[in-house]
């Protein structure tokens, strides 16, 4: 099963963006995803999970949490914006990805068995930041995870 995940759009969702996650079974959005036609965009592609960032405070962005859990083939996903809140213990949890945005800055890291992951943001650029979203490969014994450099030729 493939995943994508994508986080930080501000209100663009790019169509090199939607090219990256063409095929995937589902998506995760892990915040500040901007304007509720962002996520009409990638329920286009696939089903989406979606978590709200300190940017969404509009009303369309209410019914979304502030973090959220999701369960994906045999795998366990716990979604939130900023890593800096993250107030559980994963790994005691029985979680085995952690998915975030806010800092817009990719990461791919495992702590303890469980596989944190940031996909940058794929939205405006900021800095000089690249523009990234991720995929990640699920299989019963295999976590495989890639980001994506959407500036960059597939």
């Not at 286009?44 to 369960?71: F, H, K, L, S």
């Not at 495992?110 to 944190?116: C, M, S």
Request: aromatic share 4%; proline share 5%; net charge negative.
């Amino acid at each position: 099963m493939r995943i994508g995940i994508i986080s930080d759009t501000h209100g663009l969702l790019r169509p090199e963006a939607e090219r990256w996650l063409a095929g995937v079974a589902h998506i995760i959005h892990a915040g500040d995803i901007g304007r509720a036609d962002v996520l009409v965009g990638l329920r286009r592609i696939a089903p989406v999970t979606a978590i709200r960032g300190n940017i969404d405070t509009c009303d369309w962005a209410e019914q979304y949490p502030d973090t959220q859990m999701v369960q994906l083939g045999e795998r366990s996903f716990y979604v939130l914006h900023d890593l800096q809140e993250l107030q559980i213990d994963p790994a005691a949890c029985g979680i085995d990805v952690v998915v975030s945005g806010h800092s817009h800055r990719s990461r791919i890291e495992t702590i303890d068995g469980v596989l944190y992951l940031n996909p940058g943001s794929a939205g405006p650029r900021r800095f000089k930041l690249p523009i990234t979203l991720a995929t990640l490969e699920l299989t019963a014994s295999v976590l495989r995870p890639v980001i994506h450099d959407l500036t960059r030729a597939e």
